[in-house]
């Protein structure tokens, strides 16, 4: 038995039964595609410029500021006091339930000398307000950082100037930094992640309201000793969905693209069938849909009547940043349909708000 379903004996009798739609599944789970990307911005910075598509050039110490990519980053050196020098993403999006996730590092030959800066931003004049909040990262010298936050909102949302959080280099990769804004609260969170792969948060949730977003990456000190100077860096920097209210979409088909399920000769019956080569049918609504960790640890597991699209939440995921490598995993009932693996390099992976097809043969 499946599922209380009667089971047949061979591929003859299967076959037999149908006369109409598509041939019985065979093999299961067969290959992936994405079909609609959720993040918004990425760049790994392996071209050999910086790319005009993705980002504005904001230049505004030419004599004092280089800026360049090297071997996967966006590097800033700068002397001196300085303005705003660095990359701004041009196209700012109708969408303010973001991440903003990237990672940067700075040295300076005088402590503090300059502020190399992580920002999410509205300022998408006329469709949003410039408020903005930003994680401003320093060298203090003898192998410490210290980050901070700085924000431009209406007076009385932010309340943490002076707040920071100084950690140990653990090593010369630098500091994953975040920022996430819940679109549901309009609260701004910051975080960094420090060596032992331990998040901080940076302030307290900032109050931001915004029409659209987009990011910057700078670095700047008008302050700074005139013989200052201090070299700072980025890398892997992306604006995704926020995975607390973004699931992502899975849709099942056929190699021609047909539904994997039959819904009768006038296409009417419900509920719908699917059928299983030598195994007997079930219905849509006894097909298990998994999501798991590249590991094995399933992340969440759904069923529906949805006529194959199916969204994986996730609240519960134990990721915190993404892109991820992730596995889905499909059965009808106790039925294995197989599995595919998502796999995860560079900035390309998982993200939140993905949409992928999955075949079955």
Partial sequence: ?????????GCATLQAQETHGPQPIQKGLVSWELRDRGAQLMDDFSAAEVDLERWRIWHMDPDDVTMAIDDGRFIIRSRGPIAHNGLWSPNAQKFKDVTLVGRMNIASTAPEAHNILLHLCG????????????????????????????????TGHFSS????????RGDEDGFLTRVSLDG???????????????WHAIADPVLTHLRTTHCEIKMRDANADADAESNGWFEDVRIYPR????????????????????????????PP????EGK??????????????EDGTVVCSVQSNNLGDYMLPLDDAPWDVYPVAAKV???????????????????????????????LE
């Avoid at 069938?273 to 299983?276: A, C, G, L, T």
């Avoid at 294995?336 to 075949?359: A, C, K, N, Q, S």
């Fill in 273 to 276: 069938k699917i059928r299983v």
């Fill in 161 to 168: 100037w002076g707040q920071q959080v100084d950690l140990d």
């Fill in 243 to 270: 995975a607390a209210s973004h699931p992502v979409m899975v849709r099942f088909r056929r190699t021609d693209g047909s539904h994997i399920f039959d819904r009768g000769a006038g296409g009417h019956e419900w």
């Fill in 1 to 9: 038995m499946l599922l209380g379903i009667a089971m047949v004996t």
């Fill in 280 to 293: 007997g049918e079930g219905t849509l609504e006894e097909l298990v849909v998994e999501l798991l960790t």
């Fill in 329 to 359: 995993r499909l059965r009808l009932g106790d039925l294995p349909l197989g599995e595919v693996t998502i796999p995860r390099e560079g900035l390309e992976g998982l993200y939140p708000d993905d949409v992928y097809d999955l075949t």
């Fill in 123 to 154: 300022g998408d004049s006329p469709h949003s307000p410039d408020h903005w909040v930003e994680i401003g990262m320093r060298d203090l010298g003898g192998n410490q950082a210290r980050f901070s936050v700085i924000a431009a909102v209406p």
């Fill in 184 to 198: 549901s609260t309009n609260l701004c969170t910051t975080d960094v992640r420090d060596s032992s792969g331990q």
